[in-house]
């Protein structure tokens, strides 16, 4: 099975408030990464979005 590594990260601006998160996921020389924005948030919910969106990045069981 792959092994692939992810890294994310999330947070908001006076949370609740404007918030972003991001991921990078790395297989060998490989990477791919990915961010967003959400005007209204808190950081735990862009920590947690973060990882969701960089499971659902996956292809393939790893």
């Known amino acids: 099975m792959k092994s692939v590594s992810l890294f994310s990260d999330g947070s908001c601006l ?3 408030g404007p918030g972003g998160w991001a991921y990078i996921l790395e297989f060998g020389i490989h990477t791919k990464n990915a961010s967003g924005a959400v005007p209204d ?3 735990n919910q862009m920590e947690l979005l973060a ?4 499971l659902k990045a ?5």
Do not use: A
């Open 14 to 16: 006076n949370n609740p």
């Open 41 to 43: 948030t808190t950081n």
């Open 51 to 54: 990882v969701i969106n960089g």
């Open 58 to 62: 996956l292809k393939e069981p790893c």
